[in-house]
């Protein structure tokens, strides 16, 4: 547990501590049920307000920061993220259960997706610059002095999921584009791991203040059940949502969003259950490695991946048999890793049961209980594709290490599988590409797919997911809320902006982004033609 | 009227007529309020499910259309629609009462959308082509080959504007990007020009007929009341829509598209009073000109443009008051034209009676009557500040020739005002540029616009858009369902498309736009670096 002088701590609001009046969390170690760290006092829903003032204020200046001064920020947040990294690290496996080595990982990630979008804003191809220039002559009308630009949204609201307490928390990809963008951020945190948010909400903070920012750039808040947050999601002044959790989560905050007097986006990743297709070819390469590395990736993280694989499609037949055993043997001898959450766990003892208990669906491995509490057998479990094309609570999302191993034994049983299926965050193929005849399945399995998910991957494994430019970490609902987008890479600060035109601006009133002259160094597209500076 | 050998047309769907079981409908000449053409049948609810499921079918096939065959797709639809021209410009004048210029224009104007989203689709850069290759060496973890592109979302359900029966309708901005996109189009006809449409709907028909297209790509819909609209935008194979009309009419469909089982985006273009903001300095010019403009800008098309001025800001002081005599001269010359229809000319005349009814709201002007049916005087009232701040119907916008002015004394007063206005499609401010005071007063208050509407123009008139690159057609609620986006302009490709990322795809299944050496010559980002084909 991390060292701590105070016994309570609170809410980060416009840049200072602000006492919570709606009660108080601990974290709990889930590995042991028991609770640790400081009381983090909890916001009444009518404090919310505080939060979104000033981050409707700051946004007037923050907004005008320009390409350096916005990188500079998210390089400052980076490094002190990195220099809390000890007691980051300690916290997080304190909190979740997560291993070190994972903590680490997640807090190398964090860091690097905060530089990341500091080089993206201070690139500035996202401001999107497009330039027509006046025409005066041309016929039937004239053309007059046209330039767009894209601009921030305003105060951007993010919640924090609960299996990733960095990347997709206080400083993750959400806050990171966000804050590229120009937008300020109001953070609900993760009840789940309130220590570690308060670290790195206090990086954030210091680097705000470092750099002279109006404070309402960042705030950090600590609310029970759903209140705060819906007060949060309602509140005129926020303008866009960031979300990481449940379908149910995800689902309420759309409602919500779309009934205010002015409706928001809402950029919510819910429910994926990741199929991975093996092909017959590559049944005929080494089977042991295939079922190891399934569950490798399966058990990682305790399954509580938005990308875990769910779904494994197997060919019928005596490959698949032997595969399906080398995916028990593995399996037997892999124990349950501590789950985030008690509730996180019941949730998947509950998803688990309700699986066993559909009919066509039986139990084909378990591996054993881990040692420390809420660690849970991982389990997998068989069908055929007729029950699960007519069993719809089988596509369901079962948080943890719980598979369902589907055979199947023609292509066209494939197709009609893929048809069925609801929008995912990814879909695996595995195959030898030299076999023709899976090639051309797999051609025709792709073109379904690509309509279906976010990304499309061969031979490998969904967890995992790298950050950069091409990167999608989306997909059709419900997946996420809005297909349109990724929360993951450099494309995600899309979700913080919208175009506007500028006609006939008098020069000295133009923007810099759109002077002539280029000052910014920008990516421009200018009268139909692109402008990229040197080295660019 | 146009020439028709028949008493009866029917819907196009799925490339033929299907007679509609949902009664007749007949254009009506709004000049004379006297019916006009043969009887179009409507189609019953239960008929949407034929056009919907062709488009779905169509989908599958159209999407895979390369650059060069939906350019040349969209290019014959043009032509063939230039082709009708003459029996087009009559139809539109008749079923309308637009003047035959205003029918030219926009004809000239829809063609060359059509042409210029040929370009866009020919051109590829939509796709925004992301290019990651693998690094296997990278530490602490290889890097994958990545790729990324965008994709069409599927069919798209498009409602006819009542006021572009041309340029924002069958033929017009949405059908052209998304069929530029690669989304078949299923749309919803205006009942107002049901012959204008007939006429543009067989153009495109023909179009898909001529380029082997699957005749599901385009269909026509009439319907009567908003139940086959209702019916299109709840149909599970329909993926976005555009629109353009109410705010009523837009908000039903937002609640019709998020209460679906698979949410969809609505694009729907609804409502703004596009303030015009005259600065002192401005006044210090040719204010019987300014006056003169100002009259024509909001009496074209009888001021039934998305974009024209509702509101009207003048100086208090002498030169204002002069400005204002100008307005109320020039206008008492001007004589009333035909609205669109019956209908839309009593919600303009109740509109008008309800800002005559509103305390502190005073009748400053009226041009005279048209000598039509439909065609009331032209109008402008006046009011200050504080009533418009105070009064929320006074944003509400009234669909025709009638602006409120609003003096105003103070910079203060005038930035009030814009905090107080809702999103718009745009603002506009007139001054001298060379004036000091009035530069800096104009500096802070594009500050503030630029942050509630789509496009600032400056010495101009918001009426007439240009279409290209850098146009923004769109802006934040209720000007627009989704302020991400334009329905006018290039831009508008984005509407239809979303991302999606292949990982490690094996070469003989990459798509072409992906596919190494760049066989579509297509502007891409590789890793990190814009690649930029010769001549782009």
Redesign the interface.
């Known amino acids: 547990m991390v060292e701590t002088s105070v016994n309570t701590l609170d809410p980060l609001v416009n840049g200072g501590a602000l006492a919570g009046e709606g009660g108080t969390v601990r974290g709990v170690d889930p590995a042991r049920n028991a609770e640790t760290g400081p009381e983090y006092t909890l916001l009444a829903e009518q404090q919310v307000e505080q939060a979104t003032r000033a981050a409707a204020e700051a946004f007037?200046s923050y907004r005008?920061t320009d390409p350096e001064t916005r990188a500079a920020f998210l390089r400052t947040a980076a490094d002190r993220l990195e220099e809390a990294g000890e007691a980051i690290v300690e916290t997080v496996q304190t909190e979740t259960g997560l291993p070190e080595a994972r903590a680490r990982?997640e807090l190398?990630r964090t860091v690097g997706q905060l530089r990341l979008f500091a080089r993206v804003a201070e690139a500035g191809d996202y401001l999107?610059v497009?330039?027509?220039p006046a025409l005066p002559e041309r016929k039937?009308?004239p053309?007059?002095d046209?330039?767009?630009r894209k601009?921030p949204?305003?105060p951007v609201a993010v919640f924090g999921a609960s299996n990733f307490p960095l990347a997709f928390s206080v400083g993750g990809g959400d806050t990171a584009s966000a804050l590229a963008a120009g937008c300020p951020v109001v953070f609900k945190a993760h009840n789940a791991h309130p220590g570690t948010g308060q670290l790195v909400g206090q990086a954030i903070t210091q680097a705000v203040r470092e750099h002279d920012l109006h404070p309402g750039t960042f705030s950090l808040l600590y609310g029970r059940g759903s209140g705060v947050g819906q007060a949060l999601v309602a509140d005129p002044r926020i303008k866009a949502v960031g979300f990481t959790g449940s379908r149910s989560g995800g689902t309420a905050l759309?409602?919500t969003a779309?009934a205010r007097e002015?409706?928001i986006?809402v950029y919510a990743e819910m429910s994926s259950i990741n199929p991975i297709f093996l092909l017959p070819s590559a049944l005929r390469q080494d089977r042991r490695k295939l079922a190891a590395d399934f569950v490798a990736s399966l058990n990682g993280s305790a399954g509580q991946l938005c990308t875990a694989p769910g779904l494994l499609l197997v060919p019928a037949g005596e490959d698949g048999d032997d595969l399906v055993r080398q995916v028990v043997e593995e399996l037997s001898s892999t124990s349950g890793l501590t789950m985030l959450t008690r509730g996180i766990c019941s949730a998947r003892v509950e998803g688990e049961e309700r699986l066993r208990g559909v009919s066509g669906v039986e139990a084909a491995a378990q591996g054993k209980a881990g040692s420390t509490e809420n660690a849970p057998a991982p389990a997998v479990y068989t069908t055929d594709v007729e029950t699960f094309l007519s069993t719809p609570e089988l596509s369901d999302e079962i948080f943890g290490a719980v598979c369902l191993v589907i055979r199947y034994d023609s292509e066209a049983r494939l197709l009609d599988l893929i048809d069925g299926l609801e929008?995912q965050l990814t879909a695996t193929l595995h195959l030898d590409?030299e076999d023709g005849a899976d090639?051309e399945t797999?051609?025709r399995m792709?073109?379904k797919l690509?309509?279906t998910?976010?990304?499309?991957?061969?031979?490998?494994w969904p967890t995992?997911v790298?950050v950069?430019?091409?990167?999608?970490h989306?997909g059709?609902?419900?997946a996420t809320?809005?297909?349109?987008?990724?929360s993951v890479g450099t494309?995600a600060i899309e979700r913080f902006?919208?175009?506007?035109?500028?006609?006939?601006?008098?020069?000295?009133?133009q923007p810099a982004a759109l002077r002539d002259g280029n000052p910014w160094g920008l990516?421009r597209?200018v009268d139909?033609?692109?402008e990229?500076p040197e080295g660019?």
Chains 1, 2 share one sequence.
């Open positions: 007037e005008r990982g190398a999107g497009r330039i027509e039937p009308l053309r007059p046209l330039r767009q601009l949204l305003g759309m409602a779309a002015v409706p986006p929008g590409a090639r797999a051609g792709l073109e690509e309509l998910v976010g990304r499309v991957l061969f031979n490998g995992g790298d950069g430019d091409a990167i999608v989306g059709p609902f419900p809320s809005d297909g349109r987008s990724t494309l902006l919208r175009p506007v035109a500028y006609q006939n601006v008098p020069e000295a009133l990516v597209r139909g033609h692109y990229v660019r």
